[in-house]
């Protein structure tokens, strides 16, 4: 059956505990404006979910009108920190005794809520229906388990990047998390409450239940209870991670002596369980009665598991349930146990959230009218607990004596925009964005994670000081460190809290982290000053362009947005030198450069292409304002339009370090026009054109990409797509293969990284690659006109 | 080239298959034996024949199935009685014993053997009794004993049987039939373990998969839950027993049939699952146990058993081994089972001989030389 139905079946940890008082700041977070409740609730946790909005500051960038009141500024743009309202989930799991306590917070602090009713699902629901009708006055409306866990689990693997992984006990990291397959169906979702029930989910909408068995949790749970007298699961659990199960089972070299070597049967595999116990008048040690329980029921979900997705030929196979939530034990045995039936054919997949898929398909269906699916959402690092951090799951009982309340956290924000695969990726679904895995390297994880952690006093500065007429500034600022400084503490221990631990996912996280206490733009005033200066520069740098013969200034264009891409506050080694001599020019840059022959140098080639035909359609994602986007990107932009290559510039949605984003492209791009015939041209004919990439992480997901960005470059006939910088095109995508010629840019900024790439600081990478079977030169040629 | 040879192995003949949990032994006692031949029987032999024959019960623990003997048979050109004896796997270090005593090993004959213990105990044999054991696979046994006793049948009727109207307790009756076409056929053998085979032919069949979950299972939980000592204690104990005061049904979850899934109320949710709860493990009884172990453990092999039958695309399941020996809640739950969730798709088959094949086989093994060319 689908949740643990025993809800009478753990009646100890019920019990009403009104004397701990919650965490406002952390649990329930944003309750003044909630709305559409859900509530999940199992044989010992509850899962509550709830919908509300979120307000907070964004800097906005907005242009002078230069025309009317040219002397009132000599800025290019001005900047406004405004509030906007967007959506975010929740989702809190806490344990069933607390039930009553976090009823009674939710009315004290729902204010603005015109919801009636709060849907609900599991098997304790009912048990709980007149209580929570009675503190929060919504009406409890039920609905069927297994709907909502299916529609549960297809959000997570359509919303959260990593969601799924492979358990695997005695590998450096135990945790392998799978790439985003962009077609999440068909797949088998085994779930292991007290019964098992094995679900085929065919789409969206099409699910069936295909089988299932009555041996499951409750079996282990029930058996377990009567052969060692102990009373809890966990701690059923706990016995037999410390039992020898050889000593109960029949093995087959109790049989034979050794192995059956005709049917290639190993000694050591269980031949009858529990198969000893019938013959010895000894007694069995409870460790070893629990462990050989354990393999049992393991084995025997598992070989059910197999031959349903063998009847079914069906390769994705994902288990939850009780029995599996976050229980290394279980994960273990039963992977075990797939690799075994299948003979590795079918791998066990496990979820991160996997304990608020009820809750999760529970508000989805309350949440109908407001079209959820039709939006993308995105795990918010600094609001969710992260995989095994906290989890009330595990141990509980410790934690209850502890005083402190026990709970785990989910938050997802919803997206502007929708987001999809870049159309040129020359298979979705073996893109890995990141080019370090930090879960399974650990001596890079431990170099990024200091690396962070000593960069955190810059960020913490830059921050107040992009909010001078703010005085709680400071202590904001604060809160973000220690909680930033937190979040790295929990990634040190448990590398695989959110997925596979990246250079960008330690990005992304700080950016969270800061949006959380309203710094949504530390660099503003920075990347407006940079851009002022650039652009002061601008025709000087194309008229110096023009000047020289076409081989040299293709190489000069290339040296540009090389140079233009040192000038970067995200690396700590520039940032130091940015900080010390602000002075530091772009001539300087050019000379800090590395000399040919590159790191990885493939200019040659790239300078015979261009001898050829002109490309059809380039779509450059940008890196930072200033010197790079002014005076290097524009200058190749220009050269590219000239050739008779339309270009899509692709910026970040919103703001990341020091990042141009959109809203600030438009403006600069307007301000170059009106300097320069080429681009004003171009943007009138429509040869230029501007998207937002939907993201707002100095690092670049291909598989993520604004819906729109994918249409144009689709529409366009994209024929080379151009990365730059070290976030986007060294941390992420070096190893990015496309379906047509790309361009990777970028300088080391960082001496590790320099050093584990075989180079040494501003080492260049110029990286032109044309994919397997187009030959780069004649591929205008063979395409149709 | 057509091989013609009178000669036929020297008695006795014993076929002997030695499980993880019993021995089973197979004995041909010839009726046929002429005044000549008596009189040169060695006294070796006729007190062994005269030990087997004369009694139904050996030492503490071995047992003579005096119901399943075969009367009359022809075996090598030979007629005679085909007896049935089994023991545990336990007292084989006073079986072997008992072969020194006996000075076996004088009457030259082959000791064909069969199961995992032919070769656990093979030195043990060589060492303590000076006898060579010729090892056998067990499936190979298993499927050539199983055909050749449903050839020759049960003393006049059929030896295999199925249950009419299985879903209905009412009206559910055992009934004779033949395999008179036997392939293809899906065969679980439920021993100590469980395996089950596709089989094509007496010689093309493949190992398609197997459980721990089986006899060995049931009574080693039932020993631990309930304290019995013997599979027909623990037998004895199921039938008397409730199982839904053990496990939690659909409907103890769901109030009724959970529809939405085309469940009923009745089908078992959580085998064991009542006892989550510490009040009801402290007012259950020891039947109530057992029949819930006895049920669990059924279910589960009837549903691995059509899971692979849909799988090899096999309608006919037969079901053989020692756990079914005097357990009618087990057959008549099998037959439900594949029954039921089918939809009459599969049919499920039971050997009167259940556990003994695989000593047969090992016996014609022995008689194979002199067999048909």
């Known amino acids: ?785 | 080239m057509k091989l013609i040879t009178e000669k036929k192995p020297a008695f006795p003949w014993f076929g002997m298959d030695i499980g993880g949990t019993l021995v089973k032994l197979v004995y041909f006692e010839p009726v046929d034996i002429t005044a000549e031949e008596e009189q040169e029987e060695v006294e070796n032999l006729k007190s062994i024949r005269r030990y087997l024959t004369s009694n139904v019960a050996y030492g503490k623990t071995g047992v003579r199935d005096v119901h399943l003997e075969l009367r009359n048979l022809t075996m090598c050109g030979r007629t005679g009685n085909l007896h049935f004896i089994r023991f545990p796997t336990q007292a084989m270090p006073r079986f072997i014993q008992m072969g020194r005593d006996k000075n076996f090993s004088s009457l030259h004959t082959t000791l064909c053997a069969t199961g995992g213990g032919a070769y656990k105990f093979e030195n043990d044999f060589r060492t303590m009794a000076d006898l060579e054991l010729l090892k056998l696979d067990e499936l190979d046994c298993l499927i050539r004993g199983l055909l050749f006793v449903d050839r020759v049948g049960f003393n006049g009727h059929p030896e295999c049987y199925y249950f009419q109207n299985p879903s209905d307790t009412q009206s559910c009756v055992k009934k004779p039939c033949t395999l008179d076409n036997p392939f293809p056929m899906l065969l679980v053998n439920i021993g100590s373990g469980v395996s089950i085979l596709a089989v094509y032919s007496e010689n093309n069949y493949k190992r398609v998969t197997g459980t721990s979950l089986g006899g060995g299972t049931f009574l080693g939980l039932c020993c631990l839950l309930t304290g019995c000592e013997t599979f027909e204690e623990a037998l004895e104990m199921a039938s008397k027993g409730d199982s839904t005061n053990v496990d939690k049904l659909v409907k103890d979850i769901y109030g009724g049939d959970y529809e939405r899934f085309g469940l009923q109320g009745s089908a078992v949710a959580s085998s064991f699952g009542h006892m989550m709860s510490k009040e009801k493990r402290d007012s259950i009884s020891k039947e109530d146990l057992a029949r819930a172990t006895l049920v669990t453990i059924t279910n589960n092999i009837g549903s691995i058993a059509r899971m692979c039958a849909v799988n090899e695309k096999i309608e006919r399941v037969v079901f053989v081994g020692n756990f079914l020996r005097i357990n009618t809640v087990s057959t008549k739950l099998l037959a439900y089972a594949m029954d039921f969730w089918s939809k009459g798709q599969l049919r499920a088959l039971f050997l009167e001989h259940e556990g003994y094949f695989g000593a047969v086989g090992a016996l014609m093994e022995l008689l194979k030389t002199t067999e048909d060319p």
């Open chain 1, 1 to 785: 059956m689908a949740e643990c139905g025993g809800v009478d079946s753990n009646p100890s940890s019920h019990t009403m505990d009104k004397s701990i008082t919650l965490p406002p700041d952390e649990i329930f977070r944003n309750l003044e404006n909630a709305k559409r409740f859900a509530i999940d609730i199992g044989g010992s946790l509850t899962k509550l979910a709830y919908y509300s909005t979120v307000q907070h500051k964004v800097a906005k960038v907005r242009s002078f009108d230069h025309t009317a009141k040219e002397a009132a500024s000599d800025k290019l743009y001005e900047i406004s920190v405004q509030e906007e309202v967007t959506a975010r989930l929740h989702f809190i799991k806490f344990e069933n005794a607390y039930i009553e306590t976090c009823l009674d917070f939710i009315k004290d602090h729902l204010v603005n809520t015109d919801t009636k009713v709060i849907k609900a699902t599991g098997g304790g629901a009912h048990k709980f229906k007149e209580l929570i009708e009675r503190k929060l006055g919504l009406k409890v409306d039920k609905e069927d388990e297994m709907t909502c866990l299916i529609k549960g689990c297809n959000f997570v693997l359509k919303n959260i990047p990593h969601e799924a992984f492979v358990y695997a006990k005695h590998a450096d990291s135990e945790f392998r998390f799978q790439t985003t397959n962009p077609d999440i169906f068909p797949y088998l979702l085994v779930n292991i409450g007290s019964g098992v029930s094995i679900v085929k989910v065919e789409s969206e909408d099409k699910f069936e239940r295909i089988g299932g068995s009555s041996i499951g949790g409750g079996t282990f749970w029930g058996l377990g209870a009567l052969l060692t007298k102990t009373k809890r699961f966990d701690e059923l659990l706990q016995l037999a991670s410390k039992g020898q199960h050889t000593s109960v089972d029949m093995l087959v070299k109790d049989i034979y002596g050794g192995s059956y070597g005709y049917l290639g049967l190993t000694g050591d595999l269980i031949a009858s369980s529990f198969g000893k116990s019938a013959t010895a008048d000894k007694e069995f040690s409870k460790e070893d009665m629990a462990k050989s329980l354990l393999h049992m029921i393991s084995n025997d979900i598992g070989q059910l598991a197999c031959l349903y997705a063998k009847l079914h030929n069906l390769s994705r196979v994902y288990f939850g349930g009780f029995f599996i939530r976050g229980h290394p034990v279980t994960m273990h045995t039963i992977t075990y146990s797939i690799n075994f039936f299948t003979k590795g054919e079918v791998q066990a997949l496990f979820l991160r959230h996997e304990g608020y898929l009820g809750a999760i398909g529970a508000f989805l269906k309350g949440a109908e009218e407001d079209n959820p699916n039709q939006y993308s959402w995105g795990e918010n690092y600094a609001g969710s607990s992260g995989l095994m951090s906290v989890s009330p799951d595990m141990n509980p009982m410790q934690r209850a004596r502890s005083g402190t309340f026990p709970f785990d956290m989910l938050e997802m924000d919803r997206l502007e925009r929708q987001l999809m695969n870049l159309p040129l990726l020359q298979d979705p679904s073996s893109y890995i964005p990141d080019t370090v895995d930090l879960t399974e390297d650990a001596l890079a994880r431990e170099y990024w994670l200091d690396c962070f952690e000593e960069a955190l006093d810059g960020v913490v500065k830059r921050a107040v000081a992009s909010q001078p007429d703010m005085p709680e500034a400071a202590l904001r600022a604060e809160k973000f460190r220690q909680k930033y400084r937190h979040k790295l503490q929990t990634l040190r221990n448990q590398p695989f809290a959110y997925g596979s631990l990246t250079v960008r996912s330690l990005l992304d996280t700080r950016e969270h982290c800061l949006n959380e206490f309203n710094f949504p733009d530390p660099y503003s005033k920075i990347k407006q000053r940079e851009n002022d200066v650039a652009l002061k520069y601008y025709q000087k740098a194309v008229k110096s362009l023009e000047e020289l013969s076409w081989e040299e200034r293709q190489f000069a264009l290339v040296r540009g947005v090389l140079a233009g891409n040192v000038f970067d506050w995200g690396a700590k080694a520039v940032s130091d030198v940015l900080e010390s001599d602000p002075e530091f020019g772009f001539e300087q840059a050019k000379r800090q450069l590395e000399e040919r022959p590159w790191l990885v140098d493939s200019y040659d080639q790239w300078l015979e292409r261009l001898k050829g035909p002109p490309h059809k359609c380039a779509l450059f994602f940008v890196d930072n304002s200033g010197v790079d986007i002014i005076l290097g990107v524009m200058p190749f932009v220009r050269e590219l339009l000239s050739r008779g290559t339309e270009v899509v510039l692709a910026s970040n949605s919103g703001p990341a370090l020091n990042d141009v984003t959109n809203g600030e492209l438009q403006i600069l791009t307007e301000r170059i026009a009106a300097m320069d015939p080429v681009i004003q041209a171009s943007l009138s004919e429509d040869r230029l054109t501007l998207v937002q990439s939907g993201s707002s992480s100095p690092c670049l997901d291909l598989s993520r990409l604004d819906k729109v960005l994918a249409m144009v470059a689709r529409e366009r006939q994209t024929d080379l797509v151009i990365i730059e910088g070290m976030g986007r095109a060294i941390h992420t995508n070096y190893y990015a293969m496309l379906s047509c010629e790309s361009l990777k840019m970028a300088v080391i900024k960082n001496s590790w990284l320099a050093d584990r790439l075989g180079g040494k600081l501003f080492s260049v990478v110029f990286k032109y690659e044309v994919p397997a079977g187009k030959p780069g030169q004649d591929s205008a040629a063979l395409t149709p006109s």
